[in-house]
């Protein structure tokens, strides 16, 4: 498995060695001892996640300020635009995001640190992704950072409005949000 920095403190991307042919292929999706020889970390998951969603639809971006999660994600089906942005105060990425494209076809594999908050774009008609959380879900402490904030300006591949849910078009700006003072 290659692993690739993204540049954004601890964001990693993998590319799993595929092994194919006519009859179809077979890859390894997670392997603890890679995983945690690449992230230095003895991080535990605990949830594993499936979402499913059409082309146009805009997740995001979530985090939560209590139990944060760290997430392990990658497309099953379809494609997406992933994005992280860094909400970790004292990181010199600060405030920062990056993008890349995760895909069935790429198997590309995204991991995700506690302290980002994250999203996706569908860009295929249909898209499943599936992660891998090291906390459970706490709706009372998930928190929504505005997809749209001029002052992040996410290049995201849009080609007309997208659908988002109530709660993330009221997402709150990036100089309003609840960020991370140590993690």
Not at 71 to 86: I, M, N, Q, T
Not at 123 to 146: F, G, M, N
């Amino acid at each position: 498995m290659r692993v690739i920095e993204s540049g954004l403190g601890g964001v990693l991307l993998f590319e799993p060695t595929v092994h194919g042919d006519a009859r179809g292929f077979f890859f390894e999706s997670y392997r603890e001892d890679e995983f945690r020889g690449a992230v230095s970390t003895d991080r535990l998951f605990v949830q594993d996640n499936h979402s499913r969603s059409v082309r146009h639809v805009l997740r995001g971006l979530h985090y939560q300020v209590r139990q944060p999660q760290g997430k392990l994600v990658r497309a099953v089906h379809g494609e997406v635009f992933d994005v992280v942005v860094d909400l970790r105060r004292h990181s010199p990425t600060f405030g920062q995001w990056m993008g890349t494209m995760l895909s069935a076809e790429n198997k590309r594999i995204l991991w995700i640190p506690e302290g980002f908050a994250h999203g996706f774009l569908v860009t295929s008609d249909v898209a499943e992704i599936v992660y891998k959380a090291t906390d459970y879900y706490a709706p009372q402490h998930e928190r929504s950072l505005l997809w749209s904030d001029p002052a992040l300006a996410i290049a995201w591949p849009l080609t007309g409005p997208p659908e988002v849910s109530a709660k993330d078009a009221a997402g709150r700006p990036f100089a309003d949000c609840d960020a991370f003072d140590a993690l």
